[in-house]
């Protein structure tokens, strides 16, 4: 885990001077121009013309790095009126400008929440702006007294405030690891004594070590934890997919502690390297059933290899060229991630 001059070091990422972070500000640029309305909403071109939580989040922390605060202003202002309608200080998860009212489910997504608090607290650092960080500790607080949970495995971040509890799920509390931003855990609980990053993170760690399934041993989409280990949730499709690549990007992104963690991952994709390597894994079987192509899912995995002390293709993760939502997401969030904790992954001098 971060010790102190860990942490304190990823707090001040985006100031860390690098070719990698020089190649992680230009791609916000460009992921600026094809994702970011004029007023700030970061648009989800592949699901309509859609807004999430965790969209706003991942745009604002691409700001802080690129250190473009009229951008990131414009994001937080817009996540404010449109988003921040509960009456507890979370978000709506989803924002559809097709429907009237926009926002029609006004639950929570955990990971949309932490990952805005996670913005919020770096910009409060970036640009020594306290009101900032004020609401980013109010929402951490918000997270643990609402969207935590204690359970057998130990304290658990829920996917959202509602849906996802003992009764609420035939195998409830039902979790997903890729909520887990590890990184943001540690340095919110930095921040603040009484938010219980560290106990998530260590319950997190323990979940993606013990939550491997089926002959490729990799973690469900979507995780049930009512029996005595953790089992694929029964309501979802039992895979490692969309959601469940995050997890070695934001463990990757953490810490460089877990090898055994991340060569899972970086395992599974080289056994399937002559079909492109990423897919959707159905777990029973360990058969691929959809590629995942898309050179930000590929980022991914060569976030891994940097991690694992390996080269990789850097043409190919440094060649930011904005396709859909998510996977676009992904390749930017991993070029951040390597500009803060592996800066010559890119040079060709590990």
């Avoid at 707090?11 to 791609?27: F, K, M, R, W, Y």
């Avoid at 007023?39 to 071109?45: Q, S, Y």
């Avoid at 991952?265 to 390297?273: D, E």
């Amino acid at each position: 885990m971060f010790g102190e001059a860990e942490t304190a070091k990823a707090q001040v990422g985006a100031d860390i001077e690098s070719p990698a972070a020089d190649l992680a500000a230009g791609a916000w640029l460009l992921y600026q121009h094809k994702f970011m309305t004029p007023d700030g909403r970061i648009i989800d071109n592949k699901a309509g013309d859609i807004s999430h939580s965790e969209g706003q989040g991942y745009g604002m922390l691409m700001a802080v790095l690129a250190n473009d605060k009229r951008a990131f202003d414009l994001m937080w202002n817009w996540t404010r009126v449109n988003l921040m309608i509960r009456d507890d200080g979370l978000m709506a998860w989803r924002w559809d400008a097709r429907e009237n009212p926009h926002v029609k489910d006004t639950n929570n997504a955990s990971d949309g929440d932490l990952l805005v608090a996670w913005a919020l607290l770096r910009a409060s650092q970036k640009w020594k702006q306290s009101d900032y960080s004020k609401v980013a500790l109010q929402m951490a607080q918000t997270i643990s007294k609402l969207a935590t949970a204690e359970t057998a495995f130990g304290k658990v971040l829920m996917p959202a405030i509602y849906g996802f509890k003992a009764g609420e799920q035939p195998d409830g509390p039902v979790v997903n690891l890729s909520y887990w931003v590890f990184p943001a855990l540690e340095e919110l609980a930095h921040a603040s004594r009484a938010f219980p990053g560290r106990a998530l993170v260590k319950t997190g760690l323990s979940l993606v070590r013990d939550a491997r399934f089926g002959p490729a041993q990799l973690p469900a989409d979507w995780i049930g934890l009512s029996a005595s280990s953790p089992k694929p949730a029964q309501k979802f499709t039992p895979q490692f997919g969309y959601e469940s690549i995050r997890i070695p990007l934001y463990l990757a992104w953490y810490s460089t502690d877990h090898p055994d963690l991340l060569e899972t991952f970086s395992r599974q994709w080289k056994r399937s390297a002559g079909t492109k390597g990423l897919a959707v894994i159905e777990l029973t079987t360990a058969t691929a059933t959809a590629a995942m192509p898309d050179p930000g899912y590929r980022a991914v995995a060569n976030l891994v290899e940097c991690s694992l002390g390996r080269p990789v293709n850097i043409e190919e993760v440094s060649n930011f060229s904005p396709t859909d939502y998510y996977p676009s997401t992904l390749h930017v969030l991993s070029l951040m991630a390597i500009a803060e904790r592996y800066p010559t992954c890119l040079t060709g001098s590990l």
